[in-house]
């Protein structure tokens, strides 16, 4: 199979995209929070793997490290982008308040300040640490996985993820503290909406840091 993407044959690159696609999805949700971003990040990573499809190695025993590996160098910079975008929005003067929404939104937001409150912690760690973290506990990597998507040694996979852990225990209690204490502020009405796996994700992150 990996012979046949090197040597540019579509199909296998089509069955590829379908056993892989939802992996790296999952693991752009998660990593950047937003699920059109993460779409964007499918959609350039698999270009990318095309690009760079002679690089797969053939005797390697999956396509997953490399993928992913190209995956992180995508978000990278997608979020490089995105910050530098958001530090232009900043620049532009507000012409007027946005209008309340409506109360059933109410219960969608507290949602949504879980999910920022996970991110929130995780955007502390450092790069090295975050990404391990990601591949290894997210996405399901094995220590090796990760290291061939990384291009780092395996202990250096270990350390790193051991630093991840220890150091998110910590900052998820406080955002969490911090993320309850802004929905005591607000009380969701009954029937409200969620955002997609935001409550899902949030308390399965929880669980996964104090592993």
Known sequence: MHARIRAGDPDTFRELFRDHAQLVYRHAARVT?????????????????????DRLREEADSARPWLMGIAANVLRNTTRAARRHDRALSRVPVREALPDFADELVGRMADAAQLAAAQSALAQLRRSEREVFTLCVWSGLGYAEAAEALGVPVGTVRSRLSRARARLRKLAAKELKKARAAREKV????????I??????AARSMKEWNR
């Open 33 to 53: 929070g937003d699920w059109a971003m993460a779409q964007d990040v499918v959609s350039l990573t698999f270009l990318e793997a095309w690009r760079l499809r």
């Open 187 to 194: 009380e969701p009405t009954a029937g409200g909406g969620q």
């Open 196 to 201: 997609r796996g935001g409550r899902t994700e």
